[in-house]
């Protein structure tokens, strides 16, 4: 009889972080391959910011490579054709495959990004693993279509896998972003060529070795790191790519509509920055619980997600009484060890990440702000980077730090005194990813929630989230969605089939 987890030995992660071992060259055609031009980047851990090895520095030329393994993968048929059933098993293959390597992927996960283990072995890997086997059950779901057409004719419509697709990722939930471009992408029976983040490329490549190892042919699934304005933009101006799937800044995403005007007018689908807007009004009965819920979403991963509710709205009749309640729970949020697996806040991603934060930090204090906890670097002595939870009140709808995308665990507080104000707020902002609305009336949850202009909406709770849900937003957060079936209209065409019958 197996021992049940509270009995096993705990692991030593850092023992075990101590003798990894990392292989940073590109996955092409089914292999690891050095890149033409020999070249290398460190691959820096924000936890002591010590190199854990070196990582090829991919270029157009190495982009060439995978694009035209990608193309010849799919145009031969090797699993475009294969029959979706087919298709399904490889897929689901590789899911378990990301789970029977978790404690390798999770530790990967921690070291390059500095997210809490805990929350690598228990969000970051499943989540991966369950949606490559959601689209994998997704496969041989979905049906085609007969247009209600005059009985002289048939027209079917048919969705049939668009060829190449370029996905570009960002460094905050390496393995959970790829998987939202593979699972849906491989379903449908492209190629796929993955430009990981330079500054979190490790889980990506050994993404690529499990699918392999899964089943999936050679040249159908390549991963090339590298800087981003080198192969991340090779990729994105191929005339061979299809299709671009980018998550990352607003910053990039526009250069990511110029690559495809420059090229060949491939489809680009951006999910890009936000600035949530977490809206709490008086007659909400629960003040304690929607503090606890702002202070874990917004300081969940060191405040690095672009779904983070950073502008925390609340009524000037309770803004006292909530603010303090936010202050009492931001010490449950104090940086610590990744790999301690009590902790629940880590490091940020590199040092220039860490100035990027500091420097609003600065900039709201500067403004006027009032940073009523935090504000400060944190484990300073070990060379990581680390910042403490921080929580600014006196903020207005003006300053840099209420408006522009910070990335790091920094909330700022503004006062409304009606409904039209909270409003008019929230959805004063370039970004439209999420929000959250905080009212015990139904008629005002919903009122309100129909003015928000986000692509999801949360009604007394936050961050409550599932596959089956699309994932994406207004404005300048992006076009397209991830996650649901809605993700297969973004890596598939549409063909119509019009046959004339005879009478």
Known sequence: MSSSSSTRPSIDWAARAAAVQIDGRPVIEGRRVDTQSGLQ???????????????????????????????????DGRWARRAPAARKRVLQAFSEKILAAKEELALLETLDMGKP??????????????????????????????????????ALIQREAMGVIGAIVPWNYPMIMAAWKLGPALAAGNSVVLKPSEKSPLTALRLAELALDAGL????????????????????????????????????????????????????????????????????????????????????????????????????????????????????????????????MGALVDAGQLGTVMGYIESGRSEGARAVVGGEQQRVET???????????????????????????????????????????????????????WSSHIDRAHRVARALRA???????????????????????????????????KYTELKTTWLRINP
């Open 41 to 75: 980047f460190d691959c820096i851990s924000p936890l002591n910011g010590r190199s854990l090895g070196a990582v090829s520095r991919g270029q157009a030329a190495d982009i060439d490579a995978a694009v035209a393994s990608a193309r010849a993968a799919f145009d």
């Open 383 to 437: 060379g990581g980077y680390f910042v403490a939870p921080t929580i600014f009140d006196g903020v207005s709808p003006g300053m840099k730090i209420a408006r522009e995308e910070i990335f790091g665990p920094v909330m700022s507080v503004l006062r409304f005194k009606d409904e039209a104000e909270a409003v008019r707020l929230a959805n004063d902002s370039p970004y439209g990813l999420q929000a959250s609305v």
């Open 455 to 489: 692509g999801t909406v949360h009604v007394n709770q936050y961050d409550e989230d599932d596959l089956t849900v699309p994932f994406g937003g207004y404005k300048q957060s992006g076009n397209g969605r991830d996650k649901s079936l809605h993700a297969f209209d």
């Open 117 to 154: 283990i805990q929350y690598s072995l228990a969000v970051d890997v499943p989540s991966t693993a369950r949606c490559i086997a959601w689209y994998a059950e997704a496969i041989d779901k979905i049906y085609d279509e007969i247009a209600p057409t005059g009985p002289n004719a048939l």
């Open 217 to 344: 042919p050679p040249g159908v699934f390549n991963v090339v790191p590298g800087y981003g304005h080198e192969a991340g933009e090779a990729l994105a101006l191929h005339m061979e790519v299809d299709a671009v799937g980018f998550t990352g800044s607003t910053r990039v995403g526009r250069k990511m509509l110029e690559y495809a005007g420059r090229s060949n007018l491939k489809r680009v689908y951006n999910e890009l920055g936000g600035k949530s807007a977490f809206l709490v009004f008086p007659d909400f009965d629960d003040l304690p619980r929607a503090a606890k819920t702002v202070a874990g979403s917004m300081f969940f991963n060191q405040g690095e997600s672009c779904n983070a509710p950073s502008r925390v709205l609340v009524h000037d009749s309770i803004a006292d009484e909530f603010l303090a309640l936010l202050a009492a729970e931001a010490p449950k949020y104090q940086a610590g060890d990744p790999l301690d697996p009590r902790t629940v």
